[in-house]
Nanobody, 122 residues
Framework: VQLQASGGGLVQAGASLRLSCVVS????????MGWFRQAPGKEREFVAG????????KYADSVKGRFTISRDNAKNTMYLQMNSLKSEDTAVYYC????????????????WGQGTQVTVSS
Protein backbone atom coordinates (compact mmCIF):
# COMPACT_ATOMS: atom_id res chain seq x y z
CA VAL A 1 0.00 0.00 0.00
CA GLN A 2 1.39 3.40 -0.99
CA LEU A 3 0.25 6.78 0.25
CA GLN A 4 1.04 10.05 -1.50
CA ALA A 5 0.36 13.27 0.37
CA SER A 6 0.24 16.63 -1.36
CA GLY A 7 -1.12 20.15 -1.03
CA GLY A 8 1.25 21.71 1.45
CA GLY A 9 2.77 25.11 1.00
CA LEU A 10 3.66 28.47 2.49
CA VAL A 11 0.72 30.61 3.54
CA GLN A 12 -0.01 33.51 5.83
CA ALA A 13 -1.82 33.16 9.11
CA GLY A 14 -5.56 33.02 8.59
CA ALA A 15 -5.32 31.39 5.18
CA SER A 16 -6.56 27.98 4.11
CA LEU A 17 -5.00 24.90 2.55
CA ARG A 18 -6.35 21.54 1.51
CA LEU A 19 -4.16 18.50 1.80
CA SER A 20 -4.80 15.36 -0.21
CA CYS A 21 -3.65 11.79 0.30
CA VAL A 22 -3.99 9.32 -2.55
CA VAL A 23 -3.81 5.64 -1.64
CA SER A 24 -2.82 2.92 -4.08
CA UNK A 25 -2.02 -0.78 -3.93
CA UNK A 26 -4.83 -1.68 -1.58
CA UNK A 27 -8.57 -1.43 -1.05
CA UNK A 28 -8.92 2.09 0.27
CA UNK A 29 -12.27 1.53 1.94
CA UNK A 30 -10.71 -1.19 4.11
CA UNK A 31 -8.57 1.33 5.96
CA UNK A 32 -9.24 3.82 8.65
CA MET A 33 -7.22 6.91 7.86
CA GLY A 34 -5.48 9.61 9.78
CA TRP A 35 -3.48 12.79 9.50
CA PHE A 36 -0.52 13.44 11.76
CA ARG A 37 1.98 16.25 11.89
CA GLN A 38 5.49 16.79 13.18
CA ALA A 39 7.12 20.13 13.84
CA PRO A 40 10.91 20.49 14.20
CA GLY A 41 12.07 19.24 17.55
CA LYS A 42 8.65 17.89 18.48
CA GLU A 43 7.04 14.49 18.49
CA ARG A 44 4.63 13.38 15.81
CA GLU A 45 1.11 14.29 16.88
CA PHE A 46 -2.36 13.25 15.86
CA VAL A 47 -4.38 15.77 13.89
CA ALA A 48 -7.50 13.98 12.65
CA GLY A 49 -8.86 10.53 11.90
CA UNK A 50 -11.69 9.15 9.83
CA UNK A 51 -13.47 5.81 9.73
CA UNK A 52 -13.59 3.42 6.80
CA UNK A 53 -16.83 4.79 5.42
CA UNK A 54 -16.17 8.36 6.48
CA UNK A 55 -19.15 8.60 8.79
CA UNK A 56 -17.07 9.03 11.92
CA UNK A 57 -14.26 11.48 12.55
CA LYS A 58 -12.12 12.67 15.41
CA TYR A 59 -9.86 15.67 15.88
CA ALA A 60 -7.13 16.94 18.10
CA ASP A 61 -8.38 19.74 20.33
CA SER A 62 -5.88 22.12 18.75
CA VAL A 63 -7.53 21.87 15.33
CA LYS A 64 -11.14 21.23 16.20
CA GLY A 65 -13.42 23.71 14.45
CA ARG A 66 -10.70 24.75 11.98
CA PHE A 67 -9.77 21.51 10.20
CA THR A 68 -12.05 19.04 8.46
CA ILE A 69 -11.08 15.54 7.47
CA SER A 70 -12.95 13.75 4.70
CA ARG A 71 -12.51 10.93 2.22
CA ASP A 72 -13.75 9.90 -1.19
CA ASN A 73 -13.59 6.13 -1.43
CA ALA A 74 -14.37 6.23 -5.15
CA LYS A 75 -11.20 8.27 -5.70
CA ASN A 76 -9.04 6.47 -3.10
CA THR A 77 -8.35 9.87 -1.61
CA MET A 78 -8.46 11.46 1.81
CA TYR A 79 -8.49 15.20 2.43
CA LEU A 80 -7.69 17.63 5.18
CA GLN A 81 -9.26 21.05 4.78
CA MET A 82 -7.36 23.48 6.98
CA ASN A 83 -8.89 26.88 7.65
CA SER A 84 -7.80 29.77 9.85
CA LEU A 85 -4.25 28.52 9.86
CA LYS A 86 -1.96 29.60 12.66
CA SER A 87 1.82 29.71 12.93
CA GLU A 88 1.65 26.79 15.36
CA ASP A 89 0.19 24.64 12.57
CA THR A 90 3.56 24.74 10.83
CA ALA A 91 4.79 21.15 10.45
CA VAL A 92 5.26 18.29 8.08
CA TYR A 93 1.88 16.63 7.64
CA TYR A 94 1.67 12.88 7.14
CA CYS A 95 -1.22 10.71 6.09
CA UNK A 96 -1.52 7.19 7.39
CA UNK A 97 -3.67 4.09 6.94
CA UNK A 98 -4.81 1.70 9.64
CA UNK A 99 -6.33 -1.71 8.98
CA UNK A 100 -7.95 -1.85 12.40
CA UNK A 101 -9.26 1.63 13.13
CA UNK A 102 -8.51 5.34 13.01
CA UNK A 103 -6.90 5.94 16.33
CA UNK A 104 -4.96 8.81 17.77
CA UNK A 105 -1.67 6.99 18.32
CA UNK A 106 0.75 6.96 15.39
CA UNK A 107 2.03 3.52 16.34
CA UNK A 108 -1.36 2.01 15.50
CA UNK A 109 -1.07 2.90 11.82
CA UNK A 110 0.27 0.43 9.28
CA UNK A 111 1.17 2.57 6.29
CA TRP A 112 2.50 6.11 5.91
CA GLY A 113 2.91 8.70 3.23
CA GLN A 114 6.04 10.73 2.73
CA GLY A 115 4.74 13.96 4.27
CA THR A 116 3.97 17.40 2.92
CA GLN A 117 5.31 20.62 4.43
CA VAL A 118 2.90 23.25 5.70
CA THR A 119 4.42 26.56 6.73
CA VAL A 120 2.28 29.33 8.17
CA SER A 121 3.84 32.75 8.50
CA SER A 122 2.54 35.18 11.09
Amino acid sequence: VQLQASGGGLVQAGASLRLSCVVSGGTFSNYGMGWFRQAPGKEREFVAGISWSGDRTKYADSVKGRFTISRDNAKNTMYLQMNSLKSEDTAVYYCAADRAGWGTRWIEYDYWGQGTQVTVSS
